[in-house]
C-alpha cells in the first residue's frame, strides 16, 4: 500500500509541474535585458496550437497584445522552443505575460519585476499593511536588509532576502516615524531608499 501512494505522489507532483502554466508548455521563462523583456518557452512534443499570441500587463487583470507568432507551435517528435523579445515592457515595475495559445487557451499569467540597475519601487508610501519593496534581483541572491532610524539606529534586520518583494509588514508594530533602508547584495551593491510608517 506504501509502495503505491508513494508512486501515485510521485505522479501528481510530475502533473503539477508540467501544469504550472499550459498543459502543452514544458517550461515558460522571463529575463530582463536591458530595458527590454526576453520571453522563452517550450512546446511539449507531440502538442500544438494554431499561432501563438503574447499578452502584457501591469496589473495581472487586464491584458493587451504585445506581439504575435503565426503558423502552427509545436512539433510531432521533439520539444519545439520560442523566443519574444518585448521592447517596451514598464521599468521599474512588475509585468505579467501570457499565451494565447490558438484553440489551446490561455497560459497562466507569468510575473516578472524589470528594474533599471540599482533602481526599486516602494508602494505605498506612508506604508501601510501592504507596502512592499520590489527591486531587480534575477539571480536570486541573498541580499541584506537594514533599516534605520533618522538618527542612525537600526532598528531592525533582515537577512537572506532573495525574493524581488520584501512586504513591510513583517516590521514591528511599535516601529513609526520616518526610516531609511539600505539593501545589500553579496557582490555589494547597494540600494537606498526612505518611507514613512504610521499606525
Known amino acids: ?4 501512494l508513494i508512486i501515485f505522489l510521485l505522479l501528481v507532483a510530475n502533473y503539477s509541474r508540467s501544469q504550472d502554466f499550459h498543459p502543452i508548455i514544458l517550461d515558460f521563462n522571463a529575463f530582463s535585458s536591458g530595458n527590454q523583456i526576453l520571453l522563452k518557452w517550450t512546446i511539449e512534443a507531440g502538442k500544438s496550437c494554431n499561432g501563438t499570441i503574447i499578452e502584457h500587463s501591469t496589473d495581472s487583470i487586464v491584458f493587451n497584445q504585445v506581439g ?3 503558423g502552427i507551435c509545436g512539433g510531432e517528435e521533439t520539444p519545439v522552443p ?9 521599468i521599474n515595475s512588475k509585468n505579467y505575460y501570457r499565451l494565447v495559445l490558438g484553440t489551446q487557451g490561455f497560459s497562466n499569467p507569468l510575473p516578472i519585476i524589470h528594474k533599471e540597475k540599482g533602481q526599486y519601487q516602494l508602494y505605498p508610501n506612508p506604508i501601510d499593511f501592504s507596502s512592499k519593496i520590489l527591486f531587480a534581483n ?3 541572491e541573498s541580499y541584506l536588509l537594514s533599516i534605520y532610524s533618522l538618527d542612525g539606529t537600526k532598528v531592525f534586520s533582515l537577512e537572506n532576502v532573495q525574493d524581488e518583494e520584501i512586504p513591510l509588514n ?10 531609511w533602508f539600505r539593501l545589500i547584495s553579496p557582490n555589494g551593491i547597494t540600494l537606498l531608499g526612505d518611507f514613512v510608517k504610521t499606525k
Open 170 to 179: 513583517i516590521l514591528p508594530n511599535h516601529l513609526n516615524g520616518q526610516f
Open 138 to 140: 534575477p539571480k536570486t
Open 68 to 70: 504575435q507568432i503565426e
Open 1 to 4: 500500500m506504501t509502495r503505491y
Open 82 to 90: 520560442f523566443e519574444f523579445l518585448h521592447t517596451s515592457p514598464r
